[in-house]
């Protein structure tokens, strides 16, 4: 857990650092989505799509997945976390 923090963490620190570079050469999001031939609302549109689309495989998956993990948990044997 404290290795996901740590990497979210500089995931942060790293997207605040060149946000602050590129306003400092004027340059906004739109400008760099401009650059790669997208709009804002064909952005948006782009993620409403993939989430529609990821968010029901996720939900398959996990109903095989969880129920597997939570018997592996309960049948381990004895112990510490070796």
């Known amino acids: ?10 995931i942060v620190v790293i997207s605040l650092l060149t946000g602050a570079a590129l306003s400092a050469f004027d340059m906004s999001a739109a400008d760099v989505l401009a650059r790669i031939g997208l709009t804002e609302d064909k952005a948006l549109e782009l993620l409403q799509r993939g989430t529609a689309w990821a968010l029901p495989n996720i939900l398959l998956g996990s109903i095989i997945i969880v129920p597997v993990w939570l018997v592996m948990l309960l049948f381990r044997p004895p112990g510490g976390n070796q």
């Open 1 to 10: 857990m404290w290795n996901f923090l740590v990497g979210l963490f500089k």
